[in-house]
T-cell receptor
Framework: GAVVSQHPSWVICKSGTSVKIECRSL??????MFWYRQFPKQSLMLMAT?????????EQGVEKDKFLINHASLTLSTLTVTSAHPEDSSFYIC??????????????FGPGTRLTVT | AQSVTQLGSHVSVSEGALVLLRCNYS??????LFWYVQYPNQGLQLLLK??????LVKGINGFEAEFKKSETSFHLTKPSAHMSDAAEYFC????????????FGKGTHLIIQP
């Protein structure tokens, strides 16, 4: 149980284009989803937190107009990198939390999406 | 703001030896602490978590960690290392102010020598 999937697992796009990454909780409803970014050989940095049906809360320094997050349902959140540039190349990882009343203080992580912008 | 410090970006141990990965945290509120493992090009897998219950927490794959408030530490241990334990390990603290968004340490790469 508690499986989170991401699609695609890797994507290459040209500079200036947009790319969408999907994050799905497969066997539970996620009231909250998180998006992290991981640079090579570095730690994960929280980019934003999203709750179903609400606007995402972005961390300081993360451009909300560049990284569009949509949490349309309790099992799906999407991250769209708009007008991508080579510096956006990274490993993007999502996580999903079930309601605290079910499993408190736990996040289940997706396998990540490797984005390369050429 | 909360922070996590992992001492040692790389730790090398022999197969069968004790594994000790260090984690110190800074938090203005009682923390919830986690250890995750990441294998190459994969997401994170939860090893164990501390959420204000027992200070000695047992996790999967024979790992355990002890919460020591006086030392602000949450070190990860395993009595006997296996080759399959080679991976990246991350300590993290939960920030309740960010709806449980996690602050991660920089990670420790565990190398197992045969």
């Amino acid at each position: 149980g508690a499986v989170v999937s991401q699609h695609p697992s890797w994507v290459i796009c040209k500079s200036g284009t947009s790319v969408k990454i999907e994050c799905r909780s497969l066997d539970f409803q996620a009231t909250t989803m998180f998006w992290y970014r991981q640079f090579p050989k570095q730690s994960l940095m929280l980019m934003a937190t999203s709750n179903e049906g609400s606007k995402a809360t972005y961390e300081q320094g993360v451009e909300k107009d560049k990284f569009l997050i949509n949490h349309a349902s309790l099992t799906l959140s999407t991250l769209t990198v708009t007008s991508a540039h080579p510096e956006d190349s990274s490993f993007y990882i999502c996580s999903a939390s079930p309601p605290r009343t079910i499993v408190p203080y736990e996040q289940y992580f997706g396998p990540g999406t490797r984005l390369t912008v050429t | 703001a909360q922070s996590v410090t992992q001492l040692g970006s790389h730790v090398s141990v022999s197969e069968g030896a004790l594994v000790l990965l260090r984690c110190n945290y800074s938090s203005s509120v009682p923390p919830y602490l986690f250890w995750y493992v990441q294998y190459p090009n994969q997401g994170l897998q939860l090893l164990l978590k501390y959420t204000s219950a027992a200070t000695l927490v047992k996790g999967i794959n024979g790992f355990e960690a002890e919460f020591k408030k006086s030392e602000t530490s949450f070190h990860l241990t395993k009595p006997s290392a296996h080759m399959s334990d080679a991976a990246e390990y991350f300590c993290a603290v939960s920030d309740l102010g960010r709806a449980d968004g996690l602050t991660f340490g920089k990670g420790t790469h565990l190398i197992i020598q045969p």
